[in-house]
């Protein structure tokens, strides 16, 4: 369970780093569209785990081993943003967000029981 401070943090890192991906995305990833789905940090403050999706890219590994190669960079900039509100920056950890997937494999599976029962009734 985070505390409110930590809650607090995440939300402004998740600000922060959508204003980042927004205006210089493109620099990392052209043509993909990065989306901040969650941040979570440490109760230290220490290190943020910052959950990506990423649309318009079809190699969703490579895409963030290039976010993970430019982190210290898109750390600076952070650093830059945040500096007057903490006092430290944290570490960034990146990961894929994969919820979108699993919604659609779970739909799947649901249509596809509702299809079944749809055949068994009409027997």
Do not use: C
């Amino acid at each position: 369970m985070e505390s409110k401070r930590q809650q607090k943090f995440a939300g402004v890192i998740q600000e922060d780093l959508a204003a980042i991906f927004q205006r210089e995305g493109m620099n990392y990833l052209p043509n993909t569209l990065v989306t901040i789905t969650k941040v979570r940090v440490t109760p230290d403050l220490a290190i943020a785990r910052i959950f990506l999706s990423f649309l318009g890219n079809p190699n969703v590994q490579t895409a963030l081993h290039t976010i993970k190669s430019h982190a210290s960079e898109i750390r600076y900039k952070l650093g830059a943003r945040i500096k007057d509100q903490v006092r430290i920056i944290p570490q960034l950890e990146f990961f894929v967000d994969d919820t979108s997937e699993y919604v659609e494999r779970m739909d799947k599976i649901f249509d596809k029981i509702s299809k079944e029962e749809r055949q068994s009734d009409n027997e």
